[in-house]
């Protein structure tokens, strides 16, 4: 055990004696909502499980006491404050066998009201504006995000994502869209990413093109950081840079979810060393160590949330048309994190998933010769892209799945380009040719001499 390490875990035992009355430390005098469970498994939700399988409750801190939010249900998690800081969303079961729904409640904590009437689990939600909630619903086994209105039930949720696997909503961006994390590749990997959609389900991608470990539970910070956790510990994802950057905190197990205070310090849950349980810490960015706020034996403390007034995300005006397809178009297939010589690239095949879950080809079409190409294919149904060349041969495939929504024109500057990679000012060649999209919705191969 280094020294950091030993400073860390020697707090850790500290806190687990005081559980309680370490409020003011944190410098705040705003509530904080946590949710304390005895089993908390953070990635659970890859392979549809439980991640509080023995069950949690949403507790409120305020001044040094604490309080069950919701006394009379059988469990709680996953609180999210509106941005106003009057209300409260969450996950909840009023009693041991019912299935997790989504319900709200006044921070005057008056009685709580049901959200969601789902024939399967409905968790971790997430206020959208102006006055709409998404959230993850369970169906055929995987979870899968939708967005409801929180007032007028008879507005039927809309589901926005497609890809096999699943997903658990984590942030509504200031720019308004949904931060989420799925499986890496998507659909069908081992590993967790963060990936965004907009609230109507388009312009699905990975919020960074640097796969490696999983990364799980991030959030949005007051510099527009993404903040996340993984096995090393944390990191973020910055503006300026197109891949993740290792944050210096101190040695420890991060859960992620994590809270910026009004005073800059950051909320925290970590455990260290031998310690079992995730136990809630204040953090001075740069400090050498954590300061406790909250644990207690044998629990995991997390999701730490403050009950104040924030900011107001975006709100996104849908585009999508009232199609069942979608169009897509690839300014230039060169333009990539891949390499591929000039004048390689001929073709591209489109794929569907059949209900066996393997790929089935929905068609081929032509690629011009700057590495352009335009397609209509299916909306709402995970698709993948394979590139060819002059003989028919796979250059490069998608490892994962991605999705369309039906009505959506989507431009791409290349294939794996990465989401920072700025467009060419020129006129694509299949443009110039046509502006009718091949047609891959019919399942015909569209001619590809017009390529080369």
Request: aromatic residues 10%; glycine residues 10%; charged residues 20%.
């Amino acid at each position: 055990m280094n020294s950091r390490t030993a400073i860390f875990f020697g707090c850790a035992i500290i806190a687990l004696v005081l559980y309680a009355g370490l409020w003011s430390a944190t410098a705040s005098d705003a509530p904080l909502l946590y949710t304390r469970a005895h089993v908390y498994s953070s990635l659970a939700w890859m392979q549809g499980g439980e991640r509080f399988p023995e069950g949690a409750t949403i507790f409120l801190m305020e001044r040094g006491k604490r309080r069950a939010l919701i006394p009379a249900f059988a469990a709680s998690a996953d609180a999210n404050v509106s941005f106003d800081g009057k209300s409260i969303l969450f996950a909840g079961k009023q009693n041991r066998n019912d299935r997790w729904q989504i319900w709200e409640v006044s921070t005057e904590i008056g009685v709580a009201r049901q959200i969601t009437h789902c024939d399967a689990d409905c968790v971790r939600p997430l206020y959208v504006p102006p006055d709409r909630v998404v959230y993850a619903r369970k169906t055929a086994g995987n979870f899968v995000l939708e967005i409801a209105s929180l007032n007028d039930s008879n507005v039927a949720p809309v589901q926005i994502t497609y890809a096999p696997g699943n997903s658990l909503p984590l942030d509504v961006l200031r720019d308004g869209r949904v931060l989420f994390e799925s499986s890496y590749p998507l659909g069908q990997g081992g590993i967790s990413e963060l990936y965004t959609v907009y609230t109507d389900g388009s312009g699905i991608e990975a919020y960074r093109c640097d796969h490696g470990d999983s990364r799980y539970s991030g959030k949005q910070i007051s510099s527009g950081d993404i903040v996340f956790a993984h096995a090393g510990g944390l990191a973020r994802f910055t503006s300026a840079l197109a891949h993740e950057v290792a944050i210096a905190a101190p040695a420890g197990a991060y859960a992620g979810d994590v809270i910026e205070m009004p005073s800059g310090e950051w909320l925290v849950s970590a455990r260290a060393g031998a310690q079992k349980n995730f136990a809630m810490w204040r953090w001075k960015p740069g400090a050498a160590e954590l300061q406790p706020v909250a644990a207690e034996g044998g629990e995991n403390i997390v999701e730490p949330v403050l009950v104040a007034e924030r900011a107001v995300p975006n709100m996104h005006p849908s585009g999508l048309h009232d199609w069942s397809y979608s169009n897509l178009l690839c300014l230039n297939a060169y333009t990539s994190k891949l390499h591929f010589e000039g004048g390689s690239i001929s073709a591209v095949r489109v794929y569907a998933r059949a209900a066996s879950g393997a790929p089935q080809v929905l068609g081929t079409a032509a690629v011009e010769k700057d590495g352009s190409f335009y397609v209509r294919v299916p909306g709402n149904q995970p698709l993948k892209i394979a590139l060819l060349d002059k003989s028919g041969n796979t250059l490069e495939k998608e490892a994962g799945w991605f999705w369309a929504r039906g009505g959506e024109q989507r431009v791409c500057v290349g294939c794996h380009a990465g989401p920072e990679t700025a467009p060419e000012n020129a006129v694509p060649a299949v443009l110039l040719r046509s502006t009718t999209p091949a047609d891959l919705t019919t399942g015909k191969q569209h001619s590809i001499a017009g390529g080369h």
